[in-house]
């Protein structure tokens, strides 16, 4: 198994399209590599704590390589921005991928400058080391599912299609 920590923007469609992937394990959404301690979403938001909206990704790799997850994960975002997904606006927002095994580093380095190959540009997203995660409110905790109908700034049809590889992978 490995564990990847994936900022995407708001962390509700971030958490419901990557857990539609055949070979994801878990997955929690939280705040990392912030500023303070165990932060709420109202200190999150409002009190620029520095904490990205992020989801706990655990993954068995034979299932799912990780340079497979990672181009999943970099279709559900625009690369360049900083500080913002879609119309949500803010640090919180920002883009990061963020790893506890130094070891993977390389293969994350590697996607990331394929990624910026094939877009001619550098990009935006953080690669850094997970330095805090603090789990989010359980209302947070599989939003999408509790919520069908609630925001979510993927395409729905971007979901619908992993959902349907999910299925056809079982």
Known sequence: MKTLYLAAGCFWGAQHFLRQLPGVISTRVG??????????????????????????LVYDENLLPTPELLDCYFMTIDPTAVNHQGPDVGEQYRTGIYYVDESMVPTIRAELDKLEARIGQKTAIELKPLEQFFPAEEYHQDYLIKNPTGYCHIPRDLIEKVKEKKKNHA
């Not at 999150?44 to 909206?53: D, F, I, L, Q, S």
């Open 31 to 56: 705040y990392a590599n912030g500023r303070t301690e165990n932060p709420s979403y109202e200190q999150v938001k409002y009190r620029h704590t520095g904490h990205a909206e992020t989801v706990e």
